[in-house]
């Protein structure tokens, strides 16, 4: 069974870039047809997609973040990444990395749901000064 598990800083400034790595076990990101996806909470808000990059490498963002936001894979390392670049506060949330199909895509864009796929723990990151 997969498992995915997010890691980076806790803590990023104002106007520097968030960077968070999520490592995959259990299966090649590689194998199709699944895409791996970053989304995230805001404190008393509800989940946000962010972006995702699939079994081929093509990648999609929310066209919110779009300006922002870079996904990119390892495949040697069987891990993606997010770069998200001139954080501020509001982005300050709980960011989770995991693994959806293609069949499951259909509409997870627009509602989120870590009851779909397999996620990780998610990860708190902070954005202060």
């Known amino acids: 069974q997969v498992r995915l598990q997010e890691s980076g800083p806790d803590l990023v400034k104002p106007s520097q870039t968030l960077s968070l790595t999520c490592t995959v076990f259990?299966?090649?990101?590689?194998?199709?047809?699944?895409?791996y996806n970053w989304i995230r909470q805001p404190p008393g808000k509800g989940l946000e997609w962010i972006g995702d990059?699939?079994?081929?490498?093509?990648?999609d963002y929310s066209p919110s973040l779009k300006s922002r936001a870079s996904i990119a894979r390892n495949t040697v390392k069987n891990e993606f990444t997010l770069q998200l670049s001139s954080v501020t506060p509001e982005d300050t949330a709980v960011y989770y990395c995991?693994?959806?199909?293609?069949?499951?895509?259909?509409?997870?864009?627009?509602?989120?749901?870590?009851?779909?796929?397999?996620w990780g723990q998610g990860t708190q990151v902070t954005v202060s000064s």
């Open positions: 995991g693994r959806i199909n293609y069949y499951q895509r259909v509409g997870f864009k627009t509602s989120p749901d870590r009851g779909v796929g397999s």
């Open positions: 259990g299966g090649s990101i590689t194998t199709a047809p699944y895409y």
């Open positions: 990059i699939g079994s081929g490498g093509s990648t």
